[in-house]
Structure formats: C-alpha cells, structure tokens
C-alpha cells in the first residue's frame, strides 16, 4: 500500500490556528476526511498518516476519533503536554488506543531554539517509548544542532524527522542543514519524511529544480530504508497541490529500484509506525 505519513486536519478557527497570516487564506477553511480522501484516490494512495497541528488534547481526539471512523487512517501523530508534571497519566489514558502512533510538539514555534533540550520536556519524551510510539520532530534547520543532542539523550526512542528539517530552500543556503543532516542520519534510530519541501521554496516561484538538490541529500543521508514520502496537506497547497506533489517525490525516486521506491511510498512509514498493528 502507498501511504501518505503526514498530513493535518482541521475545523478553521482563527484562534486555535493563530499561525495561519494573511499569506496562507488557502488554508483558511475546513479540512475534512473526505477531502483527503479526495485527493489520495486519483494518485494511488491508499492510507494516511494524520498529524497534529494545534497543541491540544481536543486535537489529538479529533483525529483518533477521525482516525476510527474511517479506515484509510492508519495512525495519528497527536500531541501531548510532555513537559507538565502528570504527562505520565495523560499518556496512561492513550496506551489503549492503538490508532495512536505517534506524539508531536511544534518545537519550530518555540522562540527558544534550545527549547528541546529542556529538563521538563525531555523528562516526558523519555516516558514515550514505554508505549511504543515514535516522537516526529518539527524544526527549522537553525534547531538542528540541538535537535542531534536532543536525539543522542534517547538513544532508544525511534523519531522521525519532518519537512527533512525545513532547511533555507527559498534562500538558496545548503549549509550548515546539509553537514547536520548528514550527522543526525547517523542515529540509526531516526527516519526522515520527504514533505513540507515545497513550503520552504519560494512559493510563488519556485521550480522542481530548486528542490531536488535538498531532496537528493536528504535521501543520500537517510537512504531508501529510513525515508518515507509525506504530502503536508493541506499546508503544501501554500506552494503545491497534492496531485503535483505526488508527481515530484514519484519522479524524484524513478531512478531507485522498485523495491527502494516501495520503501519510500510506503513501506518505512508502516515499519516505523506500526500502521499494520
């Protein structure tokens, strides 16, 4: 089955989803189950990844909840309050419920860039493996250097990072992403999502070539066994659709074997999280 590891829902609410300026009406509306369905069933995709996009419980349970009334929702990657003292029983209240597969902080928010190394947070990301979830990392390039400390604290824990670290595509800068990338790919217990790409070109302008340089070391770093495809939807329709998206990453891995491509599209995604559990 071709999987999509990373997409969000939402109800629009100018509140909860604060983040969204006056650049992003596009993203301004609903976004239900059965607009992704939509989507994926012209491209082949057969199952999805739902990951959070609001820092609430209400959140998580809306895409658990998304995730048990409809069937090409193999997982959530839903968020939990890991640096409050009683996260341990919150995540107690979770253990039964297989759909969830993962937990989430937007860490790129944080005004901090050292936030992820912080006592209290890293106190709660060290109880997520005793559930078998995966943690994904959100971060802009300039938290990388943190983000691999961060990751040598939990030698055991599996992470997957995403956006392949957002690096300054739309500024043309390679380095210092390229060098960290090529250092955290060397934790064997981290994968890297092929998504959130196109966001961080220049959205109006850009062109496939300015991405695959970006896509091509991040794919050299993790390889095909620790690289799964992701559309962002519907954030990616700031910069792309999802059919012309589908279209790059396919294009992008044609020149791997089928058995890599399968990899990517998803077989590492279900590997990771343990979509067929």
């Known amino acids: 089955m071709k999987i999509d590891s990373h997409h969000h829902f939402w109800q629009y609410d100018p509140k909860t989803y604060s983040w969204m300026n006056d650049k992003m009406n596009i993203l301004k509306v609903d976004y239900q189950p059965a607009d992704l369905r939509s989507e994926i069933s012209g491209v082949g995709i057969g199952g999805v990844v739902s990951v959070q996009a609001d820092q609430s419980l209400r959140e998580t349970d809306d895409l658990l909840d998304h995730a048990k009334a409809n069937d090409f929702i193999l997982g959530v990657v839903g968020w939990l309050p890991l640096a409050e003292a009683n996260v341990g029983d919150l995540m107690d209240k979770y253990s039964d419920n297989n759909l969830l597969k993962g937990i989430r902080h ?37 938290q990388l250097a943190p983000s691999i400390e961060f990751v040598d604290r939990h030698p055991n824990q599996v992470f997957v990072l995403d956006h392949i670290a957002k690096p300054r595509i739309g500024d043309s800068l390679i380095e210092p992403w390229k060098s960290q990338m090529y250092e955290l790919a060397k934790r064997e217990n981290v994968s ?25 070391i991040a794919l050299d770093a993790f390889g095909p066994q620790r690289m799964m495809f992701g ?6 329709r700031l910069a792309i659709e ?26 590492v995604a279900t590997q990771v999280y343990g979509l067929n559990e």
């Open 106 to 142: 937007v860490v790129q928010d944080e005004p901090d860039d050292d936030f992820i190394l912080g006592e209290h947070f890293n106190r709660g990301v060290s109880l997520i493996k005793e559930h078998d979830w995966v943690y994904d990392i959100l971060i802009y390039e300039r």
């Open 192 to 216: 890297c999502k092929l998504s959130g790409i196109a966001t961080e070109a220049n959205w109006g302008s850009w062109k496939k070539d300015d991405l695959f340089p970006y896509m091509e």
């Open 231 to 236: 559309s962002d939807w519907p954030v990616a």
């Open 242 to 267: 999802y059919g012309p998206w589908v279209e790059i990453c396919r294009e992008f891995i044609s020149k791997l074997s089928e058995n890599e491509q399968s990899l990517i599209e998803g077989e």
